[in-house]
């Protein structure tokens, strides 16, 4: 949070948010849907492509941002494994854009601490792109601050998938299949952010209601927050927001707040006939 404070001017609508924010009430890991390019072009009369081209902006200020709360992972959506039924001119425009925010970025994750990661199936990518990556990965992996998972060519459902074959061929090799037992936490250890904690927050821009094959098992008790804004748009401000609304969040995983369980009421309730 200090880390934070150092880059806000001091009295702006920024500041007032950050200051606003319980530092006990972070969440560990925030997940983002980033989405709402296309139309914020649109509605400009731009090429869709331009939408994409403004979204680098905020996917680099999300991330300082997230780095300076002191979040634990953050993770963005990038580009699905379905989004490869768009044109091709844009799909090689999101490539150009990648490798560009890569060759601008990696200085500044170093400045931040931040590992840079990538979930999804990379071996699809052009070659260049995919030795930016991996150029990107190799140089931060040595930091020891926020993770940043970038999914690219990601699918969640593929990404169980992958995870109990991972599990089968292990245990072919290793002669056990026959006792193999498939457990959330075997499944768990096999996913691509194995090691990191569930995202306590999913943010969709644009409006969208719904998760496109984002992080499925991952998000089982996430909190969802949508906004209307595109992601273009999507600034400090937005993102501190979000944060605040999931701080007022009254997270339950199935139980009850303490104050909504009364012994005595309760019993009565419960030796109570059934009717
Ligand atoms: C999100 O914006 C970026 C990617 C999916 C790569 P969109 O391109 O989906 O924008 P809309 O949803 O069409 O407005
Ligand atoms: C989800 O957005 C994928 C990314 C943000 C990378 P889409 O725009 O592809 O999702 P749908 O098609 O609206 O569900
Ligand atoms: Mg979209």
């Known amino acids: 949070m200090k880390a934070l404070l150092e880059i806000l001017e001091p009295g702006n609508r920024e500041w007032e948010l950050a200051c606003s924010l319980d530092p006990a009430r972070m969440p560990a890991h925030v997940a983002v849907i980033m989405d709402g390019n296309g139309r914020w072009a649109r509605r400009r009369n731009l090429p869709r492509v331009a939408g994409h081209r403004a ?3 905020p996917v680099r200020v999300a991330v300082e941002t997230c780095a300076r709360l002191g979040l634990q992972s953050l993770t963005l959506y990038a580009f699905s494994k379905e989004n490869w039924k768009r044109p091709k001119s844009e799909v090689d425009t999101l490539w150009r854009l ?3 925010y890569l060759s601008r970025e990696v200085p500044r994750l170093m400045a931040n601490n931040i590992r840079m990661r990538v979930i999804g199936h990379t ?3 052009p070659v260049k792109v995919r030795q930016e990556l991996c150029e990107a990965i190799q140089i931060t992996s040595s930091n020891t601050g926020m993770i940043l998972n970038l999914a690219i060519n990601y699918g969640g459902r593929t990404e ?3 995870a109990v074959n991972r599990l089968i061929s292990e245990a072919r090799e290793e002669g056990t299949l026959d006792n193999l037992v498939v457990d959330e936490e075997a499944i768990e250890s096999k996913l691509d952010t194995a090691g990191q904690l569930e995202p306590d927050l999913l943010i969709r821009t644009s409006g969208e209601m719904r998760i496109s094959n984002f992080l499925l098992w991952q998000i089982a008790y996430a909190e969802l927050y949508v906004t209307e804004i595109c ?7 937005c993102l501190l927001e979000a944060i605040a609304a999931y701080q007022k969040r009254d997270r339950r995983f199935g139980g009850l707040r303490p104050a909504q369980a009364s012994p005595a ?3 009565e309730a419960v030796s109570a006939p059934i009717r």
Request: hydrophobic share 40%; net charge negative.
């Open 55 to 57: 979204g680098v902006e």
């Open 98 to 100: 990648l490798t560009y």
């Open 123 to 125: 071996e699809a990518l």
């Open 160 to 162: 169980i998938v992958d």
């Open 231 to 237: 992601w273009p748009d999507f600034d400090r401000t």
């Open 265 to 267: 009421t309760e019993a």
